[in-house]
């Protein structure tokens, strides 16, 4: 399996916007839905938003429901995340992968997000 390959992150202010980017194998994309993931401080990985690849309907974790906006490109087995109103709590490393996750199916390195008050 190859590792899906996370970008976009970086360090902003509360507040501030981010588009997260992440090209995934079509194995992943094999799955009925694909979702951003995100490992906070001292938690444990969590899913933040997902995606239904067939009819394209969305779920958000309710902390960034209305915030953040989960998008693919198919063709391209892109996966976006727009991520607007940051605030610190929302600070992590985020992951993309099938959802539900899949224990064969391997993690990237993840992009960083720092968000500062």
């Known amino acids: 399996q190859v590792q899906p390959v996370e970008s976009g992150g970086g360090l902003v202010q509360a507040g501030e916007s981010l588009r997260l980017s992440c090209v995934a194998s079509?194995?992943?994309?094999?799955?009925?839905?694909v979702a951003w993931y995100r490992q906070s401080p001292y938690k444990q990985r969590e899913y933040v938003a997902a995606?239904?690849?067939?009819?394209?309907?969305?779920k958000y974790r309710d902390a960034v429901e209305g915030r953040f906006t989960i998008s693919t490109d198919n063709a391209e087995n892109t996966i976006y995340l727009q991520m607007n109103g940051l605030k610190p709590e929302d600070t992590g490393i985020y992951y993309c992968?099938?959802?539900?996750?899949?224990?064969?199916?391997?993690w990237g390195q993840g992009t960083h997000v720092t968000v500062s008050s």
């Open positions: 079509e194995s992943v994309f094999s799955g009925p839905a």
């Open positions: 995606i239904f690849l067939s009819s394209g309907s969305t």
């Open positions: 992968n099938r959802f539900p996750a899949v224990p064969s199916f391997p």
